[in-house]
């Protein structure tokens, strides 16, 4: 077992429960409607990028929708952290 442990292991982890999470209650919205709702964080970086003839518009966008589940995920992931 490594003494060290990164900060970078450690948003991984829960980023990736963050998806699952989200993904299951997505899933689960359909049964249980309470677990459907979620919350919108993020931010949007307009690119605009126009040539001769021909106008092309680039947006870049990060965005994560948090429900319970996800939020609960994230919790999954810290306790894997200190639990290793």
Partial sequence: ???????WYL???????A???????????GWVPL???SKSIGFKIPINLALNVLSL?????????I????IAGMLFGVYIYYKR
């Fill in 11 to 17: 948003a991984a982890l829960i980023l990736i429960f």
């Fill in 35 to 37: 677990l459907g709702s």
């Fill in 1 to 7: 077992m490594r003494k060290n442990k990164s900060l």
């Fill in 57 to 65: 518009d680039f947006l870049l966008s990060v965005n994560l929708r």
């Fill in 19 to 29: 998806v699952i999470g989200s993904f299951l209650g997505e899933f689960l919205s």
């Fill in 67 to 70: 429900n319970l589940i996800s």
